[in-house]
C-alpha cells in the first residue's frame, strides 16, 4: 500500500488571510497603507467577501486598524505600543524559555542552530521571520501552545519593527546577533538562570532602541 502524504487543506477565506498577512509583513503595503478590498480582491483572484473577512481576522491580530472615514489600513504602532507589546513579551517569554531549557533535546537545540546559522546571514527582509523561528524552536518544549500562540501575534505585529531595530546600525545588528549566539549556547548547555538573565536583557535592549528610534521620529517632524 502506498502511503499518503498528508495534505493540508484550508478554506479560501484562511487562504487569503495567509496571503494578505505575508503582503503586509513583507512591507509590500507600507505602515499606515489603505488597504482597499476591490485591488486586494483583483491582486488574489477572489471575491471582496473573502479579502473583509481576511481584514477582519487581521484586525484582530493587530496588523489591520480601521480608520473612520478612510477604512481599513496597516496598523501602525505608537512608541508606547510597542514598548507595552514588549513588556508583555518580556513576561511570557521568560516564562516560556524557563519552562522549556528543562525539556530542550538535542534534536531541539539542533534546529535552533540551523536556525540562528540562517539568520546570520540572511536578507534583511527574512530577519522577523528568522527571528520569531529561532525564538519559537527555543520555547517551543515548555509546552505552552496558547502562550506561545499568544507570542507569535506579538512577533507578527511588531515584525516590521523587529526589521527596523536590527538596521538601525551595524553595531546593534552585531550585538543582537551575538546575543542570539550566547542565548543558544546557554540553553544547549542547560544553564537556565543565565539563558533567562541574558533574553531578558536581549529584549529589554530591542525595547529601548525601538522606541527610542520611533520617538526621534514623531519627533522629527516639529523640528
Given at each position: ?108 537545540i539542533k534546529k535552533a542552530e540551523g536556525v540562528l546559522k540562517d539568520l546570520h546571514t540572511a536578507d534583511?527582509s527574512r530577519w522577523g521571520t528568522l527571528n520569531w523561528q529561532l525564538h519559537e524552536a527555543l520555547y ?8 506561545l500562540e499568544m507570542v507569535k501575534r506579538i512577533h507578527d505585529s511588531l515584525d516590521r519593527y523587529v ?61
Amino acid at each position: 500500500m502506498i502511503a499518503r502524504a498528508k495534505i493540508e487543506r484550508k478554506s479560501l477565506s484562511a487562504q487569503v488571510v495567509d496571503a494578505l498577512r505575508q503582503m503586509i509583513l513583507s512591507g509590500e503595503y507600507a505602515l499606515g497603507a489603505q488597504l482597499r478590498q476591490d485591488e486586494i480582491a483583483q491582486k488574489l483572484g477572489v471575491s471582496r467577501i473573502p479579502v473583509r473577512e481576511a481584514l477582519q481576522q487581521l484586525e484582530a491580530e493587530g496588523l489591520v486598524a480601521t480608520i473612520p472615514y478612510k477604512g481599513s489600513v496597516v496598523a501602525q504602532l505608537s512608541p508606547a505600543q510597542v514598548r507595552e507589546y514588549f513588556e508583555v513579551r518580556l513576561l511570557l517569554e521568560i516564562d516560556l524559555l524557563n519552562r522549556a531549557i528543562p525539556q530542550l533535546s538535542a534534536k531541539q537545540i539542533k534546529k535552533a542552530e540551523g536556525v540562528l546559522k540562517d539568520l546570520h546571514t540572511a536578507d534583511p527582509s527574512r530577519w522577523g521571520t528568522l527571528n520569531w523561528q529561532l525564538h519559537e524552536a527555543l520555547y517551543e518544549p515548555a509546552q505552552r501552545p496558547v502562550m506561545l500562540e499568544m507570542v507569535k501575534r506579538i512577533h507578527d505585529s511588531l515584525d516590521r519593527y523587529v526589521r527596523l531595530h536590527l538596521s538601525i546600525t551595524p553595531a546593534i545588528h552585531d550585538r543582537s546577533m551575538a546575543e542570539h549566539d550566547a542565548l543558544v549556547a546557554l540553553c544547549r548547555d542547560g544553564k537556565r538562570t543565565e539563558a533567562v538573565d541574558l533574553l531578558r536583557t536581549h529584549l529589554t535592549h530591542a525595547l529601548e532602541e525601538l522606541v527610542a528610534v520611533l520617538e526621534g521620529q514623531e519627533a522629527a517632524p516639529a523640528a
